[in-house]
């Protein structure tokens, strides 16, 4: 109950009284005992009770000394709470330290469950500082100690797995892995074997239904899409702002996927609980959702209410003084879109200079990544009338894209439009009509000739 939102200090009273309970039968040093009393500690330190909490530290380290070796794990559970909570408020700085200082000592074994909470903290902080290569390492290893501890065909091993799948679809390129593991470890091991009330289900359909769209199964997107806002509709009130923020999420794939009424819909009905509620939420969402429908009004062709959209969610964000590149990778580019659209040209390069160093910093040259800021530069140049950058920079994300998705992918066709523009520019009408007949081909052919090297599921098991 406390993982799927309920309040700190409701938890600390049922832990409170659960202890109570359980020192009628059982001495403070039984594992339960000391598990519970760990628990309420941490609630104390989130909650800030001080005194309270120096008291239940001191007694859980009295306990432990007096009944426990010193290799015990027991001795560093309260660093770990500790270190929660420091995740939590202090910068990162120095929690990669702390982490192997504990991660190495001597009392935390190989294979335990103190071990995989400490991982998901520094999970936690190499996200925060954007180190993808230090976190996906971290959710390997839990994964790994999570398979010994529990076996093979257990579901909480398969759902570590399906975030290390959520993970690949948000950060990396290792879409054939994220597939494999879906196709396994979600629909023949957690599908049947949890409900969608489940802290994990939602977050597992989104990232679904988002590595279904990337490579062209849009049915498929968006009767995922549709259960992923069943369950939350389930899930949460109908003015609870978990509800709103996963609502944008919906709306922002359905847009990609041409859904518009249903993305319009849902986007509307988020911005109406988030501004309704605009003292409690973090006004970045409001924005957030400010720039999603943007985007949907350009696509409509209403340019001057995607401006006035645009400038709204700037206002909020200075305001609060941060980014909305928190939220997601692509919202930089998302945002250079929107401002070439409604020719705010400088603004948009501005943005994309900086993306384009920082993705291929994080990601790679060859990433994914670099195929939307590639492709909006090469527009750019188009509009500034740099006709050789723009078909340099369109043919490099091109190449990108065939690579990482496939000949025939979708992604192809808005690269694919920018070079046939770049040739008719400067009269070559030939190569134009050629690459305009490429793009049209591929949004003609058949699903399983446009996604052939990235289909539904793993190539090897696809048909030939």
């Not at 500690?41 to 009944?67: C, F, I, M, V, W």
């Not at 847009?255 to 986007?267: F, M, P, R, V």
């Amino acid at each position: 109950m406390e993982e799927s939102g309920l309040a700190a200090d409701v938890a600390i009273d049922m832990y409170e009284k659960a202890h109570i309970h359980l020192l009628r039968r059982f001495q403070p040093s039984h594992w339960l005992a000391l598990e519970l009393k760990e628990r309420i500690t941490a609630g104390y330190l989130k909650e800030e009770r001080g005194p309270r909490y120096q008291k239940a530290r001191d007694d859980y380290e009295k306990t432990t000394k007096k009944n426990y070796p010193k290799k015990s794990v027991h001795f560093i559970k309260m660093d770990l709470v500790e270190f929660d909570q420091r995740i939590a408020t202090e910068s990162t700085k120095n929690l990669d330290n702390k982490v192997q200082e504990l991660l190495t000592h001597e009392a935390m074994p190989a294979h335990h469950i103190r071990r995989i909470e400490l991982l998901e903290y520094a999970y936690n902080a190499a996200m925060l500082k954007k180190n993808y290569i230090n976190a996906e390492a971290h959710l390997t290893e839990i994964s790994a100690i999570k398979m010994e501890l529990y076996g093979a065909d257990a579901p909480e091993y398969h759902l570590s797995k399906l975030k290390l799948a959520n993970f690949y679809v948000d950060y990396t390129d290792k879409f054939a892995e994220a597939s494999d593991t879906y196709r396994t470890s979600f629909e023949d091991f957690v599908a049947n074997e949890i409900t969608d009330g489940h802290i994990d289900y939602i977050e597992i359909l989104n990232h679904m239904a988002t590595y279904y769209e990337a490579n062209d199964y849009y049915e498929e997107a968006s009767e995922i899409l549709d259960r992923a806002l069943l369950a939350s509709r389930k899930r949460y009130d109908d003015e609870d702002m978990a509800y709103a923020i996963e609502l944008e999420k919906i709306g922002a794939l359905q847009i990609n996927l041409g859904n518009y009424d249903k993305a319009t819909e849902n986007i509307e009905q988020a911005q109406k609980i988030l501004g309704s509620r605009r003292s409690e939420a973090n006004p970045l969402f409001y924005a957030k959702t400010l720039i999603t429908e943007a985007k949907l009004f350009a696509v409509k062709g209403l340019y001057d209410e995607a401006a006035d959209n645009l400038k709204d969610a700037e206002k909020i964000q200075k305001d609060v003084g941060a980014s909305i590149e928190v939220f997601a990778i692509s919202s930089d580019e998302d945002l250079a879109g929107l401002l070439i659209n409604v020719g705010r040209f400088g603004d948009a390069e501005k943005i994309l200079r900086k993306s384009l160093k920082n993705t291929e910093k994080r990601y790679g040259a060859e990433s994914r990544f670099m195929i939307t800021p590639l492709d909006l530069m090469g527009r750019l140049d188009l509009l500034k009338g740099d006709y050789s950058e723009a078909q340099r920079k369109a043919n490099r994300a091109l190449g990108i894209s065939k690579k990482i998705f496939s000949e025939y992918s979708t992604k192809n066709v808005p690269i694919i439009k920018l070079l046939a523009e770049t040739h008719s520019v400067i009269g070559d009408y030939e190569i134009a009509e050629q690459y305009t007949q490429e793009s049209i081909d591929i949004l003609k052919a058949p699903l399983w000739g446009r996604t052939h090297r990235c289909c539904k599921w793993p190539v090897t098991t696809c048909p030939q």
